[in-house]
């Protein structure tokens, strides 16, 4: 037979388990965003025409959005276990900037 209070303990662990792993989640989305944000920033510094960067210009904003919103809800994952400081995540992941401040 069971102690009373093992089945609590094992309820504790596995709700502590999800929580590290949604967080894995949310980050893992995040990297891939940043990830599909890369090569487009890289080929608007490096294009050579006005029809091409309003293109990329276009695809940029998309993909930042995308970034914008998997890091939005990594810190509101983050929030919901009780992490309220984010200082680690400005660091690691900051926001990408806006088209109009990558001149």
Do not use: C, N
């Not at 960067?53 to 930042?64: D, H, I, N």
């Amino acid at each position: 037979m069971r102690r009373p209070g093992e089945a609590v303990r094992r309820i504790e662990q596995e709700i502590a388990r999800e929580k590290a792993a949604t967080l894995s989640r949310a980050g893992e989305r995040l990297q891939e965003a940043l990830d599909r944000l890369a090569p487009v920033t890289a080929a608007l510094a490096a294009a050579p025409d006005p029809d091409a960067r309003a293109r990329l210009g276009a695809e940029y904003e998309a993909a930042r959005a995308r970034v914008l919103h998997a890091r939005l809800t990594l810190v509101i994952q983050r929030e919901a276990v009780g992490l309220r400081r984010h200082r680690i995540l400005d660091e690691q992941f900051p926001e990408p900037s806006p088209l109009r401040d990558l001149g």
